[in-house]
């Protein structure tokens, strides 16, 4: 498939309309989609940011986001925190306040706080999912992507023992080709020795391009994640300067809390497409043809 033409405005900008367009054709020629099936400019932007608007890739994107979320229907049709309130009060996830310095949107995990006993990986799964379906539609994140700090302290055999190779695959998916955000980098800290045979169980469904940016650090990470991350950003707990992990933590709860009646609405909708007027218009300068290799 030959790429569109980008069509230049008069003040220097330049027009998507035609990928926009090929996107929404490439996705409704696939049989796999009802044929009354209609997306909203926003939401095909998504997929476009995230495969730096190669046309072909970002239809592949979007039939392999909705094939995900069919099949997967424990993670997708309950994207309420209320349904999690418990794990989030106990501190478990953070998205920073600030993007890093290229602009990526940092999240932190911090396994030790899921109980296993108490949760299945599934609902462990539905916050992450609410995160990326929240964060998704900003711009910013659409062009930046993000990076993620899995804490690993505390990992145990019952964590291990809930991530089987059905959720493996699941995760391997999302982070490969299946939801549409640019993943920039993913930290693990405090990983044990035993966390190796699920990370193998993984590993193996992952592009390169991803495996590569998987950096292990240890239990002595407080310098070597400075090297990715200003300290400016970063919680005390992890080496930095920023607001406490706890504060960061609450906060982003409130926020998934404040937009629960929106996720609810995007678990409910057939394709997800809940046409949310996008945070910038539609024209800018971003589409570069010189710099499509870095999704
Ligand atoms: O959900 O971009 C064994 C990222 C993640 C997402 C989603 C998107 C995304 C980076 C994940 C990361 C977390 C949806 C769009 C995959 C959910 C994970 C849930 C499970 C149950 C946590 C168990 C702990 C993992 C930790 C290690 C994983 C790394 C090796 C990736």
């Known amino acids: 498939m030959d790429g ?16 926009l367009s090929s996107l929404r054709r490439g996705a409704l020629q696939c049989s796999e989609l009802p044929a009354d099936t209609s997306f909203s400019d926003g939401f095909l932007m998504k997929f476009l940011r995230a495969r730096d608007f190669d046309v072909e890739l970002s239809v592949k994107l979007l039939l392999n986001y909705q094939r995900w979320r069919r099949e997967s229907p424990e993670i997708s049709t309950c994207l309420s925190p209320s349904s999690v309130v418990d794990l989030l009060q106990t501190s478990y996830h953070a998205v920073l306040p600030q993007r890093d310095h290229s602009g990526s949107r940092v999240l932190i995990y911090r396994i030790g706080q899921w109980n296993p006993k108490d949760w299945t990986a599934f609902q462990v799964f539905r916050i992450s999912l609410m995160t990326s379906e929240l964060i998704s539609m900003e711009t910013e994140t659409q062009m930046k992507g993000l990076k993620v700090i899995f804490d690993l302290q505390g990992w145990s055999l019952g964590h291990a023992l809930q991530v089987n190779p059905s959720i493996a695959r699941k995760i391997s998916s999302v982070l490969s080709d299946s939801f549409p955000l640019k993943v920039r980098g993913i930290h693990l800290v405090n990983e044990p020795m035993f966390f190796r045979p699920v990370f193998a169980m993984i590993r193996p469904f992952l592009p390169d391009k991803i495996k590569q940016r998987i950096h292990m ?3 002595d990470y407080h310098d070597s994640l400075c090297d990715f991350f200003s300290p400016d950003i970063l919680p005390p707990e992890y080496g930095g300067e920023g607001p406490g992990i706890e504060e960061a933590c609450q906060d982003w709860t409130n926020h998934l809390f404040q937009s629960e009646g929106l996720l609810q609405q995007i678990a409910a909708h057939p394709t997800g497409d809940i046409s949310i007027t996008p945070s910038a218009p539609l024209i800018s300068e971003e589409v570069d043809t010189d710099h499509l290799s870095e999704w």
């Open 4 to 19: 569109p033409k980008l069509t230049a405005l008069p003040n220097g900008s330049e027009d998507f309309g035609p990928y």
């Open 217 to 219: 650090h240890g239990s």
